[in-house]
């Protein structure tokens, strides 16, 4: 594969129509009806690429976020990204427009939703592998490989497993406001933790209402499952929109 990689890089189709040689792939309108080896490369890559993402998404993210709607965008960023890129490589085309057209669109559409740091994060990686994955196309497979691997590894290490442990977060409307007093905070604890049934470690209590005697406190409890509630914040009904 490299020999036949130096030996395309090496051969000029100008210089062969010159000296009456032929030129292997057939053109229409100046642009090539098929080229086998651009095709294949891109090919094994793009098959490569999404595998990888979709490792990660599915096994890593999915596992405890279960959001059916980031996994599609993900998977679609990753598809777009590195199709973009790889095209745009052989267009020899300046990379900074690709990176500013999804700028763009992220300021215009994704402004309408607050992303939380997880999702973000995720699609960061998601980005940057297709980015990678489609621009070094003079790495070789092993680098390439290698590279991957580790940002598997990385984030198996930091999410897959129980070195940081997750923390969730609870917004409740509590009713017993004399538990809400400075020095009642075991109380308040043990109150939540029969109520609630959850492993709480901490709590927080935030707006009072003595008018209707209740308060909004914030439980920080470790699940038991690891997954991620996605309405763990939500404080009134209308807040509810999934």
Known sequence: ??????????????IAREFGGGVAAADFLGVPVFDAMSFWTTIVRFAFNLLVCWLIIHFFYYKKANRKDYYFTFMMFSVVIFLLITLMENMKMNIAFALGLFAIFGMIRYRTETIKIREMTYLFVVMGLSIINGQALTASYVELLVVNVLVILSIWILDGTNLLSHTATKIILYDKIENTKHGREEELKADLI??????????????????????????YYRPEDGEINTIDNVTKLKDFNE
């Open 1 to 14: 594969m490299l020999l036949l990689q130096a030996m395309m890089q090496d051969f000029d189709p100008e």
């Open 194 to 219: 029969e109520r609630t049934g959850l492993d709480i470690s901490r709590v927080e209590v935030g707006h009072i209402d003595y008018l209707r005697d209740v308060a909004y406190v914030k439980v």
